[in-house]
Structure formats: C-alpha cells, structure tokens
C-alpha cells in the first residue's frame, strides 16, 4: 500500500461536507493545501460551506448511484483525477426496534451503508486508475463496534459500514494495491446529525425515528465522556491517512463498551470449547 504523505494538491472528495465532521475534515485538508470537493444533499448548506472553506460544492444524493457516479464524472472533469474519498453522510435519528417501519429502515440503510457502496462502486477504480494509489475513508462510528438501544438500525448500517471497510482492506492488500483504507469510528462530535430527518425523503412518508438531542439522554450523561469538535477529528483522519491506519478512534473513553462486547465473545468461546471438550472426553 502507497501511503499519502501530503495533502498538498491532493484531490479529495467528502460527502456529507456541508457540516459536521465532514466540514471539519474538509476545513484541515484544505488547510494542508488540499484542492477539496464538497457534496451533501442540502444545496444551500453546501454552497454557503463551500464558499466559506474555499472548497467546490456539488449536490449529491448518495442514496441513488447515479448521483454519486454524475459525481466522480464531475470530479473528473474538474480535476482529471481524485486522490482521496470520504464516504462521510450520514443520519442519526433514533427509535426501538420493535418501533420501526420498513421505510425507517430503508432509509437508515440507503443512506449509512448504501451511500458508502455508491461511494465505492463509483470512485474505486479512479482511485486504482493513479499511478500512485489514493485512500477511502468511510465513516461508521463507534455504534459500529458496540450497541447502544434504540440506536438498532444506525448499528446496523455502522456495524456493515466497519465490515466494509475491514474486507475492502484485505482485499486491497491481497492485490498489493497502492490504495489505502480507514474506517472512521467516532464518538460524541459536535455536529448536525441530530437534526437529520429535515432531509428524510418524501416518499418514504412519516416513520418511528425520531431525532434526539443526545447529550439530554440518560446514557451519555452517566457516561460522561467529552464532546469533540469536528476540527480535531478531520485532524485524526488526515493523520490516519499518512499513517495508513485503518481505524480511526475519536474516543479511547469508550474502549470499554468495545471491550465489554468481545469478553462476551470470548466467553461463549471458552463455553464451545469446554462443550467440545466434555464431548471429546466422553466419547473415549
């Protein structure tokens, strides 16, 4: 794998860049003297951001692949290459899973887990296509690694998102490709994603996910961890991107719900082993 060294006329591409981690990951590429490419759903939000940062804004629906491939087509003839992918929208509202509908669930999957397919179907082989590689970043979050309730269809998608992302880097690895891969798993960032069914299409009418102000909710305030900003996060991905990291933490605070998770896994380890054992020793 060929590892980015520098930003410096980099070509990067971040949906969801509007705002949020998305804008703060574009704010410190271009600070590095990246030439970045914006693309969000919500046009006005995109093009006030992309004047204000001195990044180009190019609506993008990532729930629909030809949005996303009339984007990487626009990069292309902007650019005539692109060196990095952020495969960063998302949404984060909230509901019980015994209260969604199949419409909530469409709509969690098309745009956290489908908007990163469509991300990747269409910018992979551009990225394969230089001479000196490129990387992917696909943001999941921590929800990706360790359940919270009524987070279920987000964990989901963010779940399949670090799948993704785990299998895209072996493979990638296994064909000696110059490309490199990062998953994004944060915690508590400061961002707009409580506010996200103002975007919730239309025709999917009204569901059970609900947006929720989360530093109100009873599970992070008895957890207690601190909220960062989405400057310092785009400063951990570019720093995972030199790296050639494939994860990236916003929250080590949070290492023991991960933990708690895979003691559990050991644990029915240990009682498979134990049974086979028993079994072993009772057949001789």
Not at 15 to 20: D, K, N, Y
Not at 34 to 41: E, G, K, R, T
Not at 122 to 131: H, Q, R, S, V, W
Not at 142 to 160: C, D, I, N, R, W
């Amino acid at each position: 794998m060929s590892r980015i060294e520098t930003m410096q006329g980099k070509v990067a591409v971040i949906t969801g860049g509007a705002s949020g981690i998305g804008r703060g990951i574009a704010e410190r590429m271009i600070a590095q003297g990246a030439q970045v490419i914006i693309a969000d759903i919500d046009d006005d939000r995109l093009q006030a951001t992309a004047r204000e940062i001195g990044a180009t804004g190019i609506r993008t629906d990532v729930t629909s692949s030809a949005s996303v491939q009339a984007l990487a087509d626009e990069v292309i003839s902007l650019h005539g290459k692109v060196d990095i992918l952020c495969n960063n929208a998302g949404i984060g509202p909230m509901a019980a899973i015994s209260d969604l509908t199949l419409n909530d669930w469409k709509w969690m999957l098309d745009v956290n887990l489908w908007g990163v397919i469509h991300g990747i179907h269409a910018f992979l082989p551009l990225l394969k296509a230089n001479t000196d590689g490129g990387h992917i970043v696909n943001t999941s979050s921590m929800s990706g690694m360790a359940v919270t309730p009524t987070l279920g269809a987000y964990a989901v998608a963010k779940f399949g998102v670090v799948a993704l992302s785990e299998v895209l880097a072996q493979e990638l690895e296994i064909e000696n490709s110059k490309v490199g891969v990062s998953v994004l798993c944060p915690g508590p960032v400061r961002t707009n994603i409580g506010n996200s069914s103002r975007n919730r299409p239309k025709d999917l009418g009204e569901g059970h996910l609900a947006d929720v102000d989360l530093e109100s909710t009873e599970h992070f305030r008895d957890v207690q961890i601190p909220w960062v900003s989405p400057a310092y996060t785009g400063d951990l991905v570019i720093d995972a991107i030199k790296r050639g990291d494939l994860y990236v933490l916003t929250h080590p605070e949070l290492f023991d719900f991960i933990y708690a998770r895979h003691q559990q896994i050991a644990e029915s380890v240990e009682q498979a082993l134990a049974r086979q054992q028993s079994l072993a020793s009772a057949a001789q």
